[in-house]
Structure formats: C-alpha cells, structure tokens
C-alpha cells in the first residue's frame, strides 16, 4: 500500500522556524512530483509548496523567501523547511505525491504558531 506519513509539526513562536518531513513508500519516489498543501477551518486546501523529480521547485507568494521545498530521493523523503513563521502560517499541512493522474496525500500533521 501507498503511505506518506508527515512529521516535524507542532507549536512555535512567531518568527521561529519547524522543519516537516514526509516520508513515503509503495511508490517509485523518483517519479512524482512532491508538495506540501495547507489548509485551515472552512477554507479550501491551497499550494504551499511543490517540487519537481528534477528538483525544480515552486511556492505560493505568501512563503516565498520564508519556505524551502528539497527533497531526498534516496530516502523516498520531502522537506519543507520553514522559517520566520507567522500566526497565518497556522494550519494543517499536507504532503502530496503525483504522477500523471496517480494521487496520493499524506493524513496531515498541525502547525500552530502563536505567542
């Protein structure tokens, strides 16, 4: 079976820094594009950040800067590295693999950053 397990959320200060992980497996890892989506109460699941097999990487104008996508082929893993985070950074966050119409999510891990 397909599984992507994320890690590294929690509770941190504003302007501090977390680090997410997502491991996956049942997949050829290599082959899919990788992101990391949030989403909050009420509100529709949005792009944070997405990288490519070839390690191309994109974010949403809010992170820009602040986020970085990488990932590690070796160990079928993403990152997402997040610094000077910001009370609206708050949400539950999502890892995404995708290959042509293959979709698979993670089950979502919370960040809260709040003083």
């Known amino acids: 079976q397909v599984q992507l397990v994320e890690s590294g959320g929690g509770l941190v200060q504003p302007g501090g820094s977390l680090r997410l992980s997502c491991a996956a497996s049942?997949?050829?890892?290599?082959?899919?594009?990788m992101g990391w989506y949030r989403q909050i109460p009420e509100k529709q699941r949005e792009l944070v950040a997405a990288?490519?097999?070839?390690?191309?990487?994109n974010y949403t104008d809010s992170v820009k800067g602040r986020f970085t996508i990488s990932r590690d082929n070796a160990k079928n893993a993403v990152y997402l590295q997040m610094n000077s985070l910001k009370p609206e950074d708050t949400a539950v966050y999502y890892c995404?693999?995708?290959?042509?119409?293959?979709?698979?999510w993670g089950q979502g891990i919370q960040v809260t950053v709040s003083s």
């Open positions: 049942g997949i050829r890892f290599r082959l899919y594009v």
């Open positions: 990288i490519t097999t070839g390690g191309s990487a």
């Open positions: 995404k693999a995708q290959k042509l119409g293959l979709l698979y």
